[in-house]
């Protein structure tokens, strides 16, 4: 179970860049565990941290940023109700982590911690 409070706490002490990309980092994590069907707690935890995460990095982003975290959120929902009927197949757990992937590139990217490094 998350201590939402303390997660909260930690998170914002942050820039944006830097709280966009921690939660590309758990996107990339939870799309790994999901491909392993064998960590029902874990995904859990983690679909859950990237949704808290994604909706106390959205009110200080940009709009373009508000908008694919609200996205984001969605598609957290979806995979954190289905998982329990569906880590057995192993196309949706295969389809699922490659949109985690996909995910976190794109909050990567979002960050503007891509270009900082480059230039």
Same mark, same amino acid.
């Given at each position: 179970?998350?201590?939402e #409070?303390v997660?909260?706490?930690?998170?914002?002490?942050?820039? %944006?860049?830097?709280r *966009?990309?921690? @939660?590309?980092?758990? +996107?990339?994590?939870?799309g790994?565990?999901?491909?392993?069907?064998?960590?029902?707690?874990?995904?859990?935890?983690?679909?859950?941290?990237?949704?808290l995460? #994604?909706?106390?990095?959205?009110?200080e982003?940009?709009?373009? %940023?508000?908008?694919? *975290?609200?996205? @984001?959120q969605t598609? +957290?929902t979806?995979?954190?109700e289905?998982?329990?009927?569906?880590?057995s197949?192993?196309?949706?757990r295969?389809?699922?982590?490659?949109?985690?992937?996909q995910?976190?590139?794109?909050?990567?990217q979002?960050?503007?911690?891509l270009?900082?490094?480059t230039?």
């Amino acid at each position: 179970m998350i201590d939402e #409070a303390v997660l909260q706490e930690r998170y914002l002490r942050d820039s %944006t860049p830097r709280r *966009l990309g921690n @939660l590309a980092s758990s +996107l990339k994590r939870l799309g790994r565990f999901i491909s392993l069907q064998e960590f029902d707690r874990t995904v859990y935890d983690l679909a859950q941290e990237c949704r808290l995460f #994604a909706g106390w990095a959205a009110p200080e982003a940009e709009y373009e %940023t508000a908008v694919a *975290l609200q996205g @984001l959120q969605t598609d +957290l929902t979806e995979w954190q109700e289905s998982y329990a009927q569906r880590k057995s197949d192993e196309s949706w757990r295969a389809d699922t982590n490659l949109a985690c992937a996909q995910w976190s590139q794109r909050v990567l990217q979002l960050s503007g911690l891509l270009k900082m490094k480059t230039g």
